[in-house]
């Protein structure tokens, strides 16, 4: 699933989500200078800013984690459907081929996987001025696989030790997920 519209507005929109979610004490797992922690906070507002634009276009009813960075330093969820947690997770695409079932994800471990029932995976594209969503996993299924501490497909090193699944693995049927929310 890919979303276009309002790309450039979105941008924006997580540009300054992101600003407020640092200035507020969003917390670094890696010790990120302001800037980086900035950069990697806007990725990940694109991608919730697009999901929701799919939640609205669809008329999915739902709440959004609206956690106070300055009293906790992380969000529990992205968003709540039907007592549902989701947690949308998006990376830069860097490469001109388009996402495969070979990819690999690596999901953190101390963002306890379990803890979410589904998990969005997707990609942001700022040279095609858009962001696509791959597919959908179960945070259980998550959690059944293997820790590693090396992406399996591309060789980099994880910063923390992540369950690693293929894009294979994942669910590419969104009418099914909104059936199971």
Same mark, same amino acid.
């Given at each position: ?7 450039? %507005?979105?941008?924006? $929109? ?7 979610? @640092?200035? *507020? ?22 991608? =919730?800013?697009?999901?929701?634009? #799919?939640?609205?276009? =669809?008329?999915?009813?739902?709440? $959004? ?23 949308? $997770? @998006? ?15 690596? #999901?953190?471990?101390?963002? *306890? ?5 589904? @998990? ?6 700022? %040279? ?5 969503? #791959? ?6 299924? /998550?959690?059944?696989?293997? @820790?590693?501490?090396? *992406? ?5 090193? #994880?910063?923390?030790?992540?369950? =690693? ?13 909104? /059936?199971?929310?």
């Amino acid at each position: 699933m890919i979303i276009t519209s309002d790309f450039e %507005n979105i941008c924006i $929109k997580a540009k300054n989500q992101a600003e407020l979610m @640092v200035k *507020n004490g969003l917390h670094s797992r890696f010790k990120l200078s302001r800037a980086a922690r900035i950069e990697k906070a806007y990725l990940g507002c694109i991608g =919730e800013l697009a999901f929701e634009h #799919y939640l609205q276009k =669809e008329n999915i009813k739902y709440s $959004k984690d609206t956690s106070d960075f300055s009293i906790t330093n992380s969000d529990e969820f992205d968003f709540l459907i039907n007592s549902k947690k989701i947690d949308i $997770k @998006v990376a830069k695409k860097t490469t001109k081929r388009i996402p495969s079932d070979h990819w690999t994800y690596g #999901y953190p471990e101390e963002q *306890n996987p379990i803890s979410k029932d589904f @998990v969005i995976i997707g990609w942001v594209d700022f %040279n095609l001025k858009q962001v696509g969503f #791959y597919g959908w996993i179960t945070g259980i299924q /998550i959690q059944n696989f293997p @820790v590693v501490s090396k *992406n399996g497909y591309a060789g980099y090193a #994880y910063k923390t030790p992540n369950h =690693e699944f293929k894009w294979g693995n994942l669910n590419k049927d969104f009418k099914q997920l909104q /059936i199971n929310f």
